[in-house]
């Protein structure tokens, strides 16, 4: 299998995997990372994923906040209050639009012609850096 080559594996999934879906990548995986955007609809979603690997007896996941409004907004903050005593990684990820200009050009973020380019590349070496911590 190709994925022996590899030490780190990631695997993408839809938006939200069925309860079967689950069950085998919180069994095949070392970590489910759990991304959602700060906002009412997302996070409910998310709580019921969490519900459900809560019943599936899995704890190796945690929640990503990612696409956070900039400042003033209060959004990032508060979805982290509202989320207390879930597992969360320390840092989350800004809204930039260096990732909207990647998905279109079909680069690493790294590589676009934007400001923030490097600074959203370094959001996500920061997440790996607490997975891998
Ligand atoms: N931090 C961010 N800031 C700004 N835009 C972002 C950010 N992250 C993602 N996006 C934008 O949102 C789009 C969708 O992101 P992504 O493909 O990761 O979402 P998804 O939830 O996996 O979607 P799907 O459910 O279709 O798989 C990206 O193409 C990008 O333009
Ligand atoms: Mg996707």
Same mark, same amino acid.
């Given at each position: 299998? %190709?994925?022996?080559?590899?030490? %780190?594996?990631?695997?993408? *999934?839809? !938006?939200?995997?069925?309860?079967?879906?689950?069950? $085998?990548?919180?069994?095949?995986?070392?970590?489910?990372?759990?991304? *959602?955007?700060?906002? !009412?609809?997302?996070?409910?979603?998310? @709580?019921?994923?969490?519900? @459900?690997?809560?019943?599936?007896?899995?704890?190796?996941?945690?929640?990503?906040? +990612?696409?956070?409004?900039?400042?003033?907004?209060? *959004?990032?903050?508060?979805?982290?209050?509202?989320?207390?005593?879930?597992? @969360?990684?320390? %840092?989350?990820?800004?809204?930039? $639009? $260096?990732?909207?200009? !990647?998905? @279109?050009?079909?680069?690493?973020?790294?590589?676009?012609?934007? +400001?923030? $380019?490097?600074? !959203?590349?370094?959001?996500?070496?920061?997440?790996?850096?607490?997975?891998?911590?």
């Amino acid at each position: 299998m %190709h994925s022996r080559n590899y030490e %780190h594996v990631v695997i993408d *999934t839809a !938006a939200r995997p069925s309860r079967d879906d689950l069950e $085998a990548l919180a069994d095949g995986c070392n970590l489910l990372v759990l991304p *959602t955007t700060p906002d !009412a609809l997302s996070m409910d979603a998310l @709580l019921q994923t969490v519900d @459900l690997l809560q019943t599936l007896g899995s704890d190796r996941y945690r929640i990503l906040l +990612t696409i956070i409004p900039p400042k003033p907004r209060k *959004t990032g903050a508060l979805a982290r209050e509202a989320m207390t005593g879930l597992p @969360l990684f320390n %840092h989350g990820i800004r809204r930039f $639009a $260096a990732y909207e200009k !990647a998905a @279109l050009e079909g680069k690493p973020v790294y590589d676009v012609s934007d +400001t923030n $380019a490097k600074i !959203a590349w370094r959001e996500y070496e920061t997440i790996g850096q607490e997975i891998l911590a």
